[in-house]
């Protein structure tokens, strides 16, 4: 018989731990071979029951020391756990505990001040764009050397500055966007030329019509002006011009002296002028036959002849006839032919002197004149020398004065305004103004607007301070005149007559539906920042009164 068959007849409850105790020791002892009897494994097991209930709990307890330590630790953190819960409440949940307090009226107080609605930019403070100056040599038949005038790095070029002198010729600046690019004189026209009266017009030099695009001489007589003024001597004649003005001088004399002489020999030919002599001896023809027919026809009888009588008077007809021929106008055919070839020799030479002498007028090569834009301009950089020849960028020069430029999205765009005078911060905190010169649209519709402004004038220090800054730029589009009341949009309701009113709190804003208040009945203006100017027109309104904006 197995020792797991005496476990098996065990009774319950009479010791079955200590015995399985037993039969476990007898397992593990592999050695032995003796089979234990009943009665005697039951005798055994009496005694380990007596020799082991005292010391089996406790050799149990001490083989699981720390387990048992945990186990008590974990049970009296759960029941202090439980009693705090029941015990003590935190602050939320005393509050969510809570009974909810009365609701009172949400106010706000009445604003006195200025109303203003801005359309902010960041803006960028430079001196103008730069530009690269190029000096044109075309009109230069030899070689084009630098021989003076070279401004300096900080030079301020303004209308009629010297920017260069080229082989003893200036370069003189005029305001203009359109650059020079051909040599100006009488009969020319173009936008050029517009342009260039319009420069002149702009310095107070008359150069005739400004709305008239022809070089007439208005506008040479314009230009020997501005020659004078800058100091310099008019641009050379073409080679040739003068001697052949002087030529076409003479030609014009000589041919007024043929017309003259044409002229007198017509005359006297168409005057009828008879030769006196002839008239004379005319006269006593007539005056003779007049006798001999008076002599013939005093005779009477035989010595009457009415044939000789007929013959005196045929005579005395042809002396009369004879002597009215003298005073028959004479052919001027010939003095007229010679006349009209003399005047259109004269026509000519005329035509030819206008010609020379316009070859000889004040004219504008192209390479004395420079045309820039927002003058006046700073030089900046100068990459030119007396003695040499300028060739490439000869100088680089940017605008005079500082500008704000930036931009904004189409929408603030359309409010803005040339003419606005906006605010600025300075690196001091000081504000500072600038007004808009110059608002264009982008070139698609959702692109953004480039905006330019031009701030008030600068100390040294302060363009020092703030050139090739960013500022933040607050630009008014609607403002009140000055100081006004003003409320929330939501504290204005209306009332029965579609009219504007405001619900001012009389007594403690915090006894909710029972606060004692009144209406105001107000006229609404300028909304800007969150507030709207309101004007009392039925009722009380005082900076400070609380006005109700919900509840």
């Known amino acids: 018989m197995s020792a797991k068959r005496h476990s098996d007849a065990a009774a319950p409850g009479d010791g079955s731990d200590d015995e399985t105790t037993v039969i476990a020791e007898l397992e593990d002892d592999a050695p032995r071979t003796e089979v234990l009897e009943f009665d005697e494994l039951t005798a055994a097991a009496g005694d380990a029951e007596k020799g082991k209930k005292g010391s089996g709990w406790s050799r149990v307890f001490r083989g699981n020391k720390g387990l048992w330590i945990s186990a008590v630790v974990a049970i009296v953190a759960l029941i202090g756990g439980l009693l705090i819960g029941h015990f003590i409440t935190s602050p939320a949940d005393a509050a969510n505990n809570a009974k909810a307090p009365d609701a009172g009226l949400i106010t706000v107080p009445v604003e006195y001040g200025k109303l203003s609605n801005d359309v902010t ?113 008019l641009p050379p004649s073409d080679e040739g011009a003068d001697d052949g003005y002087r030529a076409a001088q003479q030609a014009v004399t000589d041919a007024q002296t043929n017309v003259n002489q044409a002229q007198a020999a017509y005359d006297k030919a168409a005057s009828g002028t008879v030769d006196p002599v002839a008239l004379k001896q005319a006269d006593n023809a007539v005056a003779s036959a007049k006798r001999t027919l008076a002599d013939l026809e005093a005779k009477t009888g035989e010595e009457r002849s009415e044939s000789a009588i007929g013959d005196a008077r045929d005579n005395l007809a042809l002396a009369q006839l004879q002597r009215d021929q003298l005073f028959v106008a004479a052919d001027t055919s010939s003095e007229w032919s010679a006349l009209e070839s003399a005047r259109a020799g004269l026509s000519s030479a005329q035509e030819s002197l ?29 990459n030119i020398a007396r003695g040499s020849a300028p060739e490439g960028v000869a100088m680089t020069v940017s605008g005079a004065t500082l500008e704000l430029a930036g931009s904004v999205a189409a929408a603030d765009g359309k409010l803005l305004a040339v003419g606005t005078v906006a605010t600025f911060a300075m690196p001091d905190d000081s504000e500072h103004t600038a007004t808009i010169t110059k608002v264009e649209p982008g070139k698609n519709a959702t692109d953004r607007w480039s905006v330019t402004l031009e701030p008030a004038p600068f100390t040294a220090e302060q363009i020092q301070q703030v050139q090739g800054s960013n500022v933040r730029v607050q630009i008014p589009v609607g403002a009140t ?16 007559g579609g009219e504007s009113r405001v619900e001012v709190v009389v007594g403690d804003p915090r006894d909710g539906e029972d606060a004692e208040t ?34």
């Open 354 to 382: 206008e010609d020379a002498r316009q070859a000889v007028q004040p004219y504008l090569p192209s390479s004395e004149v420079l045309y820039l834009t927002q003058l006046p301009r700073l030089v900046n950089e100068v």
């Open 481 to 496: 005149e000055g100081d006004v009341l003003s409320v929330p949009p939501s504290a204005l309701t209306a009332g029965p």
């Open 121 to 233: 930019i960041r803006s960028d403070i430079s001196f103008a764009d730069s530009v690269d100056v190029k000096l044109d040599t075309s009109s230069f038949s030899g070689g084009a050397i630098v021989t003076g005038q070279v401004p300096a790095v900080g030079t301020e070029l303004k209308a009629l500055s010297i920017v260069a002198e080229i082989s003893g010729r200036p370069v003189f600046v005029l305001p203009g966007d359109l650059p020079s690019y051909r040599t100006l004189r009488i009969g020319v026209s173009g936008p050029d030329v517009l342009q260039l009266k319009q420069a002149l017009a702009s310095v107070g030099i008359a150069a005739g019509d400004v709305s008239n695009n022809v070089f007439d001489q208005a506008l040479a007589d314009g230009i020997a002006a501005l020659y004078a003024q800058v100091g310099y001597p």
């Open 518 to 551: 009144r209406l105001v009945t107000v006229e609404t203006g300028l909304a800007a920042g969150g507030y709207v100017e309101v004007k009392p027109i039925k009722g009380e309104l005082e900076e400070g009164d609380l006005v109700v904006v919900g509840s």
